[in-house]
């Protein structure tokens, strides 16, 4: 038996190795061709580029539906609905990293396009984790579920203020610990340059690669929700990372686009709230109804049903009021 045929976390290698084979292949030629050069993304551009993942990641989502079955199909559709959803959050916070580093918008597709092969990896690592601890105690997935319906409930009630960056423990550790340049240069991450306490030539990090560590981070602590949501949907890591995955990956094209946008979805998070609520909850319903499991096309349909009454809610409540 060829080793591509071996399975791995419940899939044969040739699926992984595909999968990845295709997100590499996708952001070479995001970076290679498309954004050889630095430039400003206009948003015409980015909603062109978001509207071509987003067609990827249905496509493959077609591609599931067909060699996996309809439940697999439905479960990654699922997944690729409420990561996308759920990373919009994101955007409020990467507007706030770019804004309080002044990086320049010729710079910002850099530092996302770096921030999403870190997101790959981290995300690898935290799915694989998850995926091993549901499959050696299945209760996690209970655990996972009170969570999402305890985080749905806190953003509902709770009023969440505007981080401080310049308090940020990471923002402090690396200013403490670390050479770092006050200003930009260029596209550069590090630069070497004269050390004004020992008068040597120093290695210093930018803001730049500053902005992309604390956009890492933002992601791990997104991630806390996002996956123990996609684990709730569909406990088949394949599903789970391919979703999230292709989720993930047009967001630096949507980012463009919706910050010059964001005061129109200010009634989004609500919405995000209930879909946590409601995720979390189908598991506790489909034992209580003693369903093995929670109707996969039902789940889809009011997943799909909250997350568009939500942006339909915000952009009527919004039509009128100016960015701020």
């Not at 999403?116 to 694989?128: E, F, K, P, T, W």
């Not at 047009?250 to 995000?272: E, N, Q, V």
């Amino acid at each position: 038996m060829s080793v591509f045929f071996v399975e791995w976390l419940g899939k044969p290698l040739w699926m992984w190795a595909s999968f990845l084979a295709l997100v590499l292949a996708i952001l070479s030629f995001d970076l290679g061709i498309l954004h050889k050069k630095n430039k400003e993304i206009e948003i015409s551009e980015s909603i062109k580029l978001s509207a071509f993942y987003i067609a990827l990641g249905l496509a493959f989502g077609g591609w599931v539906w067909w060699y996996l079955g309809s439940d697999a199909g439905l479960a990654y559709m699922t997944g690729f609905v409420v990561e996308k959803t759920l990373a919009l959050d994101n955007v409020f916070v990467i507007a706030l990293i770019f804004s309080f580093f002044a990086v320049p918008r010729l710079y910002q597709h850099r530092v996302l396009f770096w921030g999403i092969l870190g997101v790959i990896v981290l995300r690898a690592i935290m799915i694989g984790v998850g995926a091993t601890l549901v499959a050696e105690f299945s209760w996690v997935l209970y655990i996972f579920a009170a969570f999402l319906i305890f985080t749905g409930i806190k953003m509902l009630v709770m009023k969440e203020a505007e981080p401080d960056v310049s308090k940020n423990a990471v923002v402090r550790f690396m200013r403490s610990r670390f050479n770092v340049t006050d200003e930009h240069h260029g596209e550069h991450f590090f630069v070497k340059q004269q050390n004004p306490k020992t008068g040597k030539l120093s290695w210093f990090m930018t803001p730049l690669f500053m902005a992309l560590v604390l956009i890492e981070v933002a992601d791990v602590v997104f991630a806390v929700d996002s996956v123990p949501a996609i684990f709730a949907i569909t406990t088949d890591p394949f599903i789970v990372y391919t979703s999230n995955i292709f989720a993930i990956l047009g967001l630096r094209a949507l980012y463009f686009a919706l910050a010059a946008m964001i005061h129109r979805f200010r009634y989004l998070k609500p919405a995000l709230a209930v879909v946590l609520v409601f995720i979390g909850s189908k598991i506790f319903v489909a034992d209580l109804l003693g369903l093995e499991k929670f109707p996969a096309a039902l789940s889809l349909a009011i997943t799909f049903g909250i997350i568009i009454s939500g942006v339909v809610w915000s952009l009527l409540k919004t039509r009128n009021q100016p960015a701020s």
